[in-house]
């Protein structure tokens, strides 16, 4: 059996293909909405919570993209690494929002942040229960293949 190598660009375009195949409402939701809320917190390294989203973005890219590579596109495997990563985010801001664990108050500008990242992220953690279940249940469908 000969396995062909794919090259960079090529992985790219089957990336782009595959997140082009996925119904218009999730691209517009992921395109629109999750990406550019998650990225603002690049933006706001001075504050506490925009320091932990970046790190779990972070987290979220370095995993995803290799599953990106290996499964040929968007998968439903990439919501397992939401889960792991996105959840117990949820709860550090959760816990940032209340008050909890002695950390000062947040100004209102962390607050809103805070507040409009636990609700996208947690939109999006429900899609990604369900989407982790199909995998795990068999689901291997890569959008567009």
């Known amino acids: 059996m000969v396995k062909t190598v794919l090259s960079s660009q090529t992985r790219l375009r089957a990336s782009w293909r595959s997140f082009r ?13 999750l990406v550019p809320v998650n990225a603002a917190s690049f933006l706001m390294l001075d504050l506490w919570t925009g320091r932990v989203v970046t ?14 590579i ?3 596109g968007m998968s439903k495997r990439m919501s397992l690494p939401h889960l792991l990563i996105w959840g117990p985010l949820e709860y550090l801001l959760i816990a940032r929002l209340i008050e ?29 229960v369900l989407e982790s279940w ?12």
């Open 100 to 128: 909890l664990g002695g950390l000062s108050a947040p100004s209102a500008l962390e607050w809103r942040l805070g507040l409009i990242i636990v609700l996208v992220n947690g939109i999006s953690l429900a899609f990604d």
């Open 55 to 68: 790190i779990a973005a972070s987290l979220v890219t370095l995993t995803n993209l290799p599953i990106m």
């Open 134 to 145: 199909r995998w795990l249940k068999g689901d291997r469908t890569v959008a567009g293949r």
């Open 70 to 72: 290996i499964d040929g």
């Open 21 to 33: 195949a996925l119904p218009i409402w999730v691209q517009l939701w992921v395109g629109a909405v």
